[in-house]
């Protein structure tokens, strides 16, 4: 089983959810969701589960498998 974070700062997710909430066309926030996305790996399938909004918001080549 993959182990998640040791702890998780939920001040630091309100904060982080917030500020896309505030400038949801900033490409910088925007950039790091995915970012932050790709790293959790295998667990991307549950965040779309519980979160299927953010599919919205992340380029559609995160989906496909791009292997050169």
Known sequence: ???IA???????ISASIEALNEE???ESLLLELS???KAVG????AVITYAPYI???LPYEL??????
């Open 24 to 26: 949801p066309n900033n």
């Open 1 to 3: 089983m993959t182990k």
């Open 63 to 68: 989906f496909e498998n791009h292997r050169k």
């Open 55 to 57: 599919s919205l918001l």
């Open 42 to 45: 295998i667990i991307q399938a």
């Open 6 to 12: 040791k702890s998780v700062d939920a001040g630091k």
């Open 35 to 37: 970012d932050t996305f």
